[in-house]
């Protein structure tokens, strides 16, 4: 069980924008930092929580893959964009703020595309990145650097490498396929005063992840992971964890808006918190290309 609360809210509206600015996020997080408490939860949202929950598998044991599988295919809307403000912190230094938009894509068979773009502040400004899942469960991802003025692709041996300094590897980006674990239903255990799942997940060809294992707790009702624990081979106390801190249903789709990525060996965290997101707007695939990650102005139009 996970110490803290969870704000489920009621359906947003997108052509609203009532976030904080990155100032006052940053005042805010800078404080959460120091308390290192998560945020608190009315007595509404348990109710919420409570109510959304299904019944308990028959077969909890043998249900792991069904499970994942049910994860995987939860409905994510045609496509995503979103606006958001990724904060990062170590103990000892100033935390520091990026600006960033993400775009998202699900394609016929099982491929999903995505870029993301940072735009501020200046060193980061540009710099981008473009990940393409495919079907059958490789993937290819390039980066842009607005230095290099050129894209280059991520190889698989640079996949545990850490996103622009943050507490994201480049796989944390990906999409993964459930045919490339085996999983495991550990039962329920309480969290924000609901019945949630535990799955654990481990890849069956070790060489394809950075971690060895991944342990998810999945909330039943709306299939979305509330906490990760990442383990490195061989390890047996996990490496990182992400928290969720705050869900809101956004044109009809549960979608997770504020999120913390904590190294649990370092003590540093990447708070990630999504300030406007707007679903199934037709996002053209030629967005999820080289051309379009070195190209800023094709999706300039699409920024929520």
Do not use: C
Not at 1 to 19: H, I, K, N, Q, Y
Not at 112 to 131: I, K
Not at 224 to 234: A, K, Y
Not at 248 to 261: A, F, L, P, R
């Amino acid at each position: 069980m996970v110490d803290g609360r969870l704000p489920f809210t009621s359906e947003s509206d997108p052509s609203t924008d009532a976030r904080p600015r990155a100032d006052t996020l940053w005042r805010r997080l800078s404080a959460d930092w120091s308390r290192r408490r998560p945020p608190r939860l009315a007595s509404i949202v348990l109710l919420v929580l409570a109510t959304l929950a299904p019944p308990v598998l028959a077969d909890p044991l043998a249900d792991g893959k069904a499970l994942a599988q049910r994860v995987h295919d939860r409905d994510r809307g045609k496509d995503l964009s979103w606006r958001g403000t990724m904060v990062l912190a170590e103990r000892g230094r100033e935390p520091r703020v990026r600006n960033m938009f993400m775009h998202q894509v699900k394609l016929p068979g099982d491929e999903t595309r995505s870029l993301l773009r940072f735009t501020a502040p200046a060193d980061v400004a540009g710099t981008g990145v473009v990940t393409i899942d495919y079907a059958k469960g490789n993937a290819d991802q390039w980066v842009y650097l607005p230095a290099l003025k050129r894209s280059r692709r991520i190889s698989a041996d640079r996949r545990g490498g850490r996103f622009v300094g943050s507490d994201y590897y480049y796989e944390d980006l990906q999409v993964r396929k459930v045919s490339l674990d085996r999983h495991r239903h550990l039962g329920r255990e309480k969290m924000f005063n609901a019945d949630v799942d535990v799955l654990e997940s481990v890849p069956v060809d070790p060489s394809n992840s950075v971690y060895g294992k991944r342990v998810t707790w999945i909330h039943p009702g709306t299939l979305l992971p509330l906490r990760v624990d990442f383990f490195e081979p061989g390890g047996a106390e996990p490496l990182k964890r992400l928290l969720v801190h705050k869900i809101e249903k956004i044109q009809g789709y549960w979608t997770v808006t504020d999120t913390s990525m904590t190294d649990l060996k370092t003590g540093s965290q990447t708070r990630l918190v999504i300030e406007r997101a707007v679903y199934d707007r037709g996002l053209p695939t030629s967005l999820f290309s080289t051309a379009g990650l070195e190209d800023a102005g094709r999706e300039t139009a699409y920024r929520p």
